[in-house]
């Protein structure tokens, strides 16, 4: 098994910048079966959503709404991927669910709340 826990959340102004992190842990042979980690998000009445991804080679991969302004990275060890959030907007305004995937399962952790005031 794998889990999963968002941290980072929280209160940010217009044009702000917030990092999120997220902890990845669990079994070396689970660990070892994870090819990519995502992250998503869902805005109230709204469906979730994907922002971004990293696949275990390195690609990237980022919604056309955060492009330009959000990175993805893997973080050490493959084990504390972050979302560097940078000229947010109202509109980024959700709750942040990191995920991450080998060839038969995802692993999502409960969301981190990320509050644009404009």
């Known amino acids: 098994q794998v889990q999963v826990v968002e941290s980072g959340g929280g209160l940010v102004q217009t044009g702000g910048s917030l990092r999120l992190s997220c902890a990845v842990s669990?079994?070396?042979?689970?660990?070892?079966?994870?090819?990519?980690t995502s992250w998503y998000r869902q805005a109230p009445g709204r469906e979730r959503e994907f922002v971004a991804s990293v696949a275990k080679s390195g690609s990237k991969n980022y919604a056309d709404s955060v492009k330009g302004r959000f990175t993805i990275a893997k973080g050490n060890g493959d084990n504390t991927p972050t979302l560097q959030m940078t000229s947010v907007k109202p509109e980024d305004t959700a709750t942040y669910y990191c995920?991450?995937?080998?060839?038969?399962?995802?692993?999502w952790g409960q969301g981190t709340q990320v509050t644009v005031s404009s």
């Open positions: 995920s991450v995937r080998s060839w038969t399962n995802s692993y």
């Open positions: 669990g079994s070396t042979a689970s660990l070892a079966t994870i090819i990519a």
